[in-house]
C-alpha cells in the first residue's frame, strides 16, 4: 500500500537547516498495523505528516498503492487524503465549536456523502464507540478518552484504507490509552492498515511490526511476536 | 456545507460575546452612518429633479460690482424675461418670482384670525408651465393671469377654507388690506426643491413691474427663471445670451453714466447679468436674495468622505480581529485541512462567516439608521425618510453588504486559509500573524482619521466661539425682536410707549432693520447731482427712529445723533466708518452733502431729480451681515419702517418683559398673530450651516473614535493573549506591573503617534481653507494639533491599559503552565 524510496525532508528556518527525513525507505502493505517508535525529534512525527500527505517531502519517491504522491499538488493530494485516510491525533484536534455529532460527520461534508447516508453513518460509529448520549455535547465536555473516541470515530467515518495516529494515547490515563488501543487494534483485524507513532513500548506492541527511527533514520524493523 | 459553516460562525458569535459585539457593534455602526449620509447625499442630489423639465431651465443672476460694493444676486431686473423671449428664439417661456418676505394672510369675514405666512411668492402666470405642479383644483394655465388672484397649496387651502374645493373662488384678506381670490390650488410642492411656495399670488397688475425701468442691472428684484425649447443645448443659449446681456448692459452704462462698457470695466467695476442651471441652484449656488437656504456641494463631499471613512474603520476593525483572532482559529483550520477541506473551501467559510456579520450589522444598522433618523433630519434640516418601500434601496443595501463584506472578509478569509496545515496543527504560528505590518498600518489609518476629525471639530468651534464673542460694534444681548410690529397699525407708537412703561424695559425702537437677517435696502448715492461711475458709492439703506442706537448699543464716533428737536433731519443721514472711506469724506465729514435719485432712473437725469441728504455723524462700523464678509456702506436714515420692534431688557427680566408684551399685543391688536425671538438667538442662526458642521464634526469625531477604540481594545487583548508567555517569563524574572503595561501600550501609542504626524499636515491643510470662506477668522494655532494629539494618545492608552494592565497582573504560575 505504502512504498517509499530515499524519503528526504529538510526544515529550514532563517539560519538553521534541520534535516527530518534522510533516505527512509519503508514499506507496508495493506492489512498492516505498523508502529513508529524513536526518541524525540528523530522524524517520526515527519514521517507520518508526509505519509499522511499533509506534508510534502523535498526528496525520495512516494508511492501510495503504486501512484507517485509525493509532488502532487496541494488540491490533488487533499482528494487523495480525504477518500482514503483518517487521522488521530495525540491532542485529539476536534473542533471546539462544533458538537460530538458534527466533528465526526465532517469529513463526509467534504466527501460529499448524502445526508441520509452521513447519519446513518455517524450514529452507527457513535454507538460502536458507546459515546451516542454524548453526541450534542461539545468536545470541551468530553472525557480526554472520550474525546479521542470521537477523534477515532471521525478518523474512521469514510471507511479510510489507512489511519495515521500520532501519539494516540499520549494524552491519556492507563485505562483510556488501553480502550482507545484496543479499537485500532479491532479496526485493524476489520482489515484497516493503520500506521501509528508512539513512545510507549507498550502500545506498540499492539501493532504487528515496529519501526525504528533515529536521527531521520530508519534503524530497525522487527515483527512484534505477540498477537492479541 | 453552508449550513455548517454559519452553524460555526454562530457559535463563534456566541462563544466570544466581546469579539462579536466588538465587531457586530462596529460595522453596525459604521453602516448606519454611511446609510445615513448617502440618503442626505441622494436627497441633495434629487433637488428639482421632479421636474420633468429640469435640465431646460436657466435662472438668471446678476454679478454687479459698482460704487465700492460687490453683489451677486439670485434677482436680476423686470425687463429681462420679456426682452430674451423677445430676442432670442431659443426661449419658450419665462417666469419671475418676486418674493416680498412674509405676509398677514386671514380668511375674509368679521373678526378671523390673521397668519403669519411665510412661503409666498408673487409669480408670473406662466408658472405652471415652467414648474408643472400637480394641480388640484383650477386650470394651470390661466389661474394666474388676472390681478388678485391667488394659487394656494393643498397645505394651505385646507388650513383656511378645509379642503381644495372649498377654497376654490373664496376670498383671502393679505396684510389686512387686499382681497386675493383664489382660482387654484396644488399639490404641496416636493420638499426637493430649491424653493417652496404655499401662495402664490399672481404679478398681473403689480405696480413694480409696472413701474420698472426697461434697462438691465439697474434693479434686481425678480428671480427669472427660463425655459427653453426642446433641444436647445445650454451652451448655445448661454452664448446668445451673454451677448445680448452684454449689449443691453452697455446702454445702460451709456444711459446712466455716460460710458461705453468697455470703459467702466476698465475702471475695475462692472454689471454682468448671467444664466445658472436650475439643477445647479441647490448645491452650487451662494447668492443673495435666494428664495430659501440652499446646500452646499462641499458639504456633500464631507459628508460623503466622512461616511466612506467611519465605515472603512469599521471594515479595518473587522479585518484586524479576525487575524488577530487567527490563533483561536488556527487548530479548526487544521483539522478542516487534514480532513480534506482546499484553501478555496475555507475562503468560502470565513467569507461566509463575515457576509453573516455583514448581514447582522446591517439589520443593527437598520434599526439604528431609523431610530436615529429624527434626530438626524434636525441636524442636517431635511426630511429625509429611509426607502423602505423601494426596491432600489434594498438592492442597493444588498450590494452594499455584499461589497462590505468582501472588503472585511478578503484579506482574513486569504491570511486564514493559507496558514500551513502542520504548522497550526503543532500551535506555531507565522511570525507575520503576531506582528502583522498590515495591521499596525491600519491601526494608523484608524487614528489619523479620528485626529483629523478631532482638530477639524476643534477648529470648527474655535471659529464659532470666536463668532460669539467677537467685538460686533453693537450689543447683541438682552434684545427681543417683535415679528410683523406692522400689524398694530397706527397703534404703534403708542404700543412702544407703553411697553417702555414695564420697569424691565430699558428701550425700544422701532425699525424692519437690524444686523441679523431682516429687511434690506441698497442704491446708489453721488456726491453731487450727477451720475459718474467716479463719485457714486453703493450704500445700505436703513430707515431708524431716535432710539435706535441707543437700543442696539451702537457707538457713535462722530458728530451727534437723530434729535427730535430738529425737523430737518428728516434729511439727515449718519454715516458708518467705511461710507466715509468710500465717499472719501476723510476730514471733517460733518456737514457734507450726498444725493441720491429718488425716482427709478428712465433716461436723461435733471439735478433737480436728486434728492439731498446731510451728514450729521459717523457710526463706528458694525457688523451688520455676517463674518464671511467684509462691513459694506452703510447709511442711517431717519425714517419710518414699521416692520419690527426690538426692545431692550434688563438682565434677568426677559420672562415678565414677554408676558407683558403678549397681554399688551393681544389686548391691541387680537386677530393679528405675536410672535417674538431674541436678537442673539438670531444673529447664532446665521451661523447655522457653520454650527452644523461642527455637530456633524463632533458626532463623527466620536464615533470614529469609538470604532477605532473598539478596535483597539480587540487588537490589544489579543496581543495581551498572544504575549501571555512572555509576560509570565519576564514576571517571573523581576519585571515589575508598570515595566509590562508599558511594554504592551508602547507599541500602539507609537501607531497612534505616527498617525498624528499623518492627519496634522491633513487637516491643517483642510481646516485653512475652510476658514477662508470668513473674513473675519480665528488663526489655527498650534495648541490645537498637541491637544488632539493627547487626547488621541490618552484615549488609547486608556483603552489599551485596561487590557495591559489585566495581562500584566495576571499569575505568571498560571500563564506559564497553560504553555
Known sequence: MIKTVGLTKIYRT???????LSGVNVDIKEGEFVSVMGPSGCGKSTLLNVLGMIDSPDGGDYFFNGEEVGRLPERKRADIRKRNLGFVFQSFNLIDELTVYENVALPMFYTGAPAAERKQRVEELLEGMHIMHRRNHYPQQLSGGQQQRVAVARAIVNRPKLILADEPTGNLDSSNGDEVMKILAELNAQGTTILMVTHSQYCAEFGNRIIRMLDGQVVTENVVKQYL | MFQNYIKIAIRNLQKNKA????????????????????????????????????????RTYADINFGGNHFQLAVTGVPIGPDVQREISDVQSYCRLRNYGSHLVRKEGEGTQNFREEEVLYADSTFFEIFPLAIASGEARTCLTKPNSVVLSRSRAEKYFGSAQAAMGQNLIVENESAWKVTGVFEDMPANSHFQAHLLMSLNGNREIMEATQMWAMSNNFQTYILLKEGTSFDTFSEKFNNLSRQKIGQTAAQMLGLSLEKLEATGQYARIGLQRLTDIHLHSDLDVELGPNGDIQYVWIFSAIALFVL????????????????????????????????????????????????????????????????????????????????????????????????????????LSGFETIKVLKGQLSRKAKHGGLRSALVVFQFATAIVLIICTTVVYNQLNYIQNKKLGFRKDQLIIIDDAYALGDGILAFKQEMLKHPGVESATISSFLPVPSNRNNTTFTKSREFRQDNSVNLDIWDVDHDYFKTLGLELIEGRLFDKNRPADSSAVILNETALKNFGFTDNPIGKKIYYLESEPKGDTKPSDFVEYTVIGVVKNFHFESLRTHISSLGLFLDDSRGLITLRYKAGESRSVIAALEKQWKAMAPTQPFSYRFLDEAFSRMYQTEQRLGQIALIFASLAIFVSCLGLFGLASFMAEQRTKEIGIRKVLGATTAGIVGLLSKDFLLLVGFALLLATPLAWWGMHKWLQDFVYRIDISAWVFVMAGLAAIAIAFITVSFQSIRAALANPVKSLRSE
Open chain 1, 14 to 20: 532563517d539560519e538553521v537547516e534541520t534535516t527530518a
Open chain 2, 19 to 58: 469579539y462579536s459585539f466588538i465587531n457586530i457593534a462596529g460595522l453596525a455602526i459604521g453602516i448606519a452612518c454611511c446609510l445615513l449620509i448617502l440618503l442626505f447625499v441622494a436627497h441633495e442630489l434629487s433637488y428639482d429633479r421632479w421636474n420633468p423639465q429640469a435640465d431646460r431651465i436657466v
Open chain 2, 312 to 415: 472603512f474603520i469599521a471594515c479595518i476593525n473587522f479585518m484586524n480581529l479576525a487575524t488577530a483572532r487567527s490563533a483561536h482559529r488556527a487548530k479548526e483550520i487544521g483539522v478542516r485541512k487534514v480532513l480534506g477541506s482546499t484553501r478555496g473551501a475555507l475562503i468560502g467559510q470565513f467569507m461566509s462567516e463575515t457576509l453573516f456579520m455583514a448581514f447582522l450589522s446591517l439589520i443593527l444598522a437598520l434599526a439604528l439608521a431609523s431610530a436615529v433618523m429624527p434626530w438626524f433630519n434636525e441636524l442636517t434640516g431635511r426630511a429625509i425618510q429611509i426607502p423602505w418601500a423601494s426596491p432600489m434601496f434594498w438592492g442597493l443595501l444588498a450590494c452594499g453588504v455584499l461589497i462590505t463584506g468582501f472588503l472585511a472578509g478578503s484579506y482574513p478569509s486569504f491570511f
